[in-house]
């Protein structure tokens, strides 16, 4: 994957002081990093790992989707090109990429209100780079819904991509998708009860 720009250090206080998974990650990451660091190629293997993650930190701090989707790609490619220079200090490498999301987050927030200054409007919830165990469980949690979400037989995942997040009714679904209401009722259904299975089934 190729970069945009070379990383630009923000003034966040590092995520990983607070950052705590519940499964401690294990020194096969360090690895994994030291073998990324040789040959950029590798890296691939930490994004797939560590994606959905990124992903929900950032979409639960930002508006809109494509946004979110922005930022977590900036987040990656920054990754990559500062990744030379990144020293392994025992912190899951999880932590080095939340803080390179925040300081994102922030300086998307300021080109944002440099081009579409809008006093009025309230500003989007603040990078808070300094994470809470409970915040960190529920990005853990968002990032596996984002992952069963992907995972859901393309119909299913397609009634949830536009009830749940284009948050359109029942009826304009059917009518995008060429089905009967009663049956983007049932996919829906099916969808919830399948992604609920899944997240009981991980976490019992």
Do not use: C
């Not at 970069?3 to 590092?14: E, H, I, L, N």
């Not at 859901?152 to 536009?162: A, C, D, G, I």
């Amino acid at each position: 994957m190729a970069t945009r720009r070379p990383v630009r250090k923000g003034s966040a206080k590092d995520v990983g002081e607070g950052v705590r998974l519940g499964t401690e990650q294990s020194a096969g990451e360090r690895v994994l990093v030291e073998a990324a660091q040789s040959d950029p190629a590798k890296f691939e293997v930490l994004y797939k790992l560590h994606f959905e993650r990124v992903y929900a930190f950032v979409a639960s701090r930002v508006r809109e989707r494509s946004t979110a989707e922005d930022v977590t790609s900036e987040v990656f490619h920054k990754a990559l090109a500062s990744l030379p220079s990144y020293e392994w200090r025992g912190v899951p490498f999880v932590a080095w990429l939340l803080r390179i999301a925040a300081n994102a987050i922030i300086n998307h927030a300021k080109r944002a209100a440099r081009e579409f200054p809008a006093p009025d409007d309230p500003p989007d919830r603040a990078a808070a780079p300094d994470l809470q165990a409970s915040e960190m469980r529920a990005i853990e949690y968002r990032a596996q819904l984002f992952l069963l979400v992907r995972r859901l037989p393309e119909v299913q995942k397609q009634v949830v991509y536009q009830r749940f997040v284009k948050q359109r009714s029942i009826r304009e679904v059917a009518q995008r998708l060429g089905k009967t209401e009663g049956a983007v009722k049932q996919l829906q259904l099916r969808a919830i009860q399948n992604l609920r299975a899944q997240m009981e089934g991980r976490h019992g």
